[in-house]
Structure formats: C-alpha cells, structure tokens
C-alpha cells in the first residue's frame, strides 16, 4: 500500500493565546481532491500554510510527497503548486512577464505560450497585471501555480469572491486537474463547490471560546474526512 501524498497528524498551531489548529488528523492519496471545509477562523489557511512550508507548526506532522514542507528546499518547491487566499502582482507588469517570472524560479516547467492559451489568457499576453478583470487574474494565479508541471496543488479559497460565471471556470480547471491525476487540496466555504469536486472533505469546526478556557478562539477538529464522498458526477 502506498504512502499518502499528504499526511497530517496532530498538528497544533497556536497564535500567542489563539489557538488556530489543535489536534488536526487528515490524508490524501494520490490523484485525489480533497477538500477542507469550516467557517473563518478555524484554521483552513493555517493548516494549508504549513503544508506549503510557509508556517512553522508547534508540534505535529506534517509531510508532502514524504518530504518535510520546512526543510526539503527547492526538491519540496518543484513538486508543488499554489494558489493562495489572495494573490496580487505589481501593477505594470504584464501577463506574460508574470508566468515567465514564475517559470523562471523552477528546473523543469511547463510551456508558458500553452498555459496561457489553456486559461484563455493568450489574448492578454501584453496586458498589465491591473488592466485585469478578477476572473482573468484567478486563472493567471492558477496558470502561475502550474507552471513547474506540480504532482500537489494547494488551492486556498480559489473562487472565493468570483461571480458564479468565473466560479463554474475555475471548477472546470479543477476537474481537469482531477482527470490529470493531480493531488489537489482545496479549502471551500461552499458546500455545493465540494460536492462537485472533492473526493472525500473533512470538516475543521470552530469550538466556542467558553469550551476551553486556554484558548481565546479555536480549537480545531477533524472529522467526516473517511465517511463522505460527493455523489456521483
């Protein structure tokens, strides 16, 4: 049996007295689209953050493709793709500057013309990075995060904010992925948008604050991840 693409176990993250993750569980397998759910506050971003290798844990396991997100390098960078909460590039530079930039950071990397022409952004090439719609600039993110072919993709609230149009978009770039075999985690609000993507989704619950007196705000919990699955498409 193969190892999980992403595994997390026990993982805590406190924010001087706020305490973002307590106890957070979960695995992906390969090819999978695995979406985590909960309300603001409960830790999406955080838990989505340490796998990235951007935040420390304070205690916990954490592991991408095997590898440690803090302490692999640049063999942990190639493996992965992101797409985070909020993305914003300077101004004046232009969408074909920005992916060949990205492109630029990685050994191996996908063709940046092709990129563009499958996020329908090749007639935008020239254009600066403000001159874009919210639409337009959620799949240059999206096209950026591809650019060195990943085996993971991180996607944190990807249509968070877009009209439903761009939001149906965004989902059909998901199942691509899916039918590419990527590993993808998502974080969501909308059920609906799990349902139609994910695999299997786990549910991190934010705990009143009277539940435990050491902790001003969250305490996280994992659970549901190996009982439901979307229906089938």
């Not at 689209?33 to 830790?43: D, E, K, S």
């Not at 990807?158 to 965004?170: F, K, Y």
């Not at 059920?191 to 934010?206: G, H, K, M, N, T």
Request: glycine residues 8%; contains cysteine.
């Amino acid at each position: 049996m193969t190892e999980p693409v992403i595994q997390v176990q026990g993982l805590f993250k406190n924010y001087g007295t706020v305490a973002a993750l307590r106890g957070v569980d979960f695995s992906v397998e390969q090819g999978e689209v695995f979406g985590l759910l909960g309300p603001n506050g409960a830790g999406k971003t955080t838990t989505v953050e340490i796998l990235e290798g951007m935040r420390t844990p304070d205690r916990g396991l954490a592991r991408v493709c095997g590898l440690n997100p803090e302490k692999s390098g640049n063999r942990f960078k190639e493996m992965i793709g992101a797409v985070l909460q909020s993305t914003s590039l300077p101004d004046k530079i232009r969408v074909k500057e920005a992916i060949e930039l990205f492109a630029k950071f990685y050994s191996a990397r996908a063709n940046t013309d092709d990129l563009l022409k499958r996020f329908q952004l090749d007639e935008k090439r020239d254009a600066f990075y403000s001159q874009l719609s919210g639409g337009q600039k959620q799949r240059l993110a999206l096209a950026m995060a591809l650019v060195n072919n990943p085996q993971v993709i991180f996607l944190d609230e990807p249509t968070a904010g877009l009209d439903p149009q761009v939001r149906r978009e965004i989902y059909d770039i998901i199942e691509e992925l899916k039918s590419e075999k990527k590993t993808v985690l998502l974080t969501t609000h909308y059920i609906e948008e799990a349902e139609r993507l994910c695999d299997r989704v786990a549910i991190i619950r934010l705990w009143p604050r009277n539940q435990n007196r050491n902790t001003s705000r969250a305490e996280a919990h994992l659970g549901w991840h190996n009982a439901h699955r979307s229906s089938p498409r």
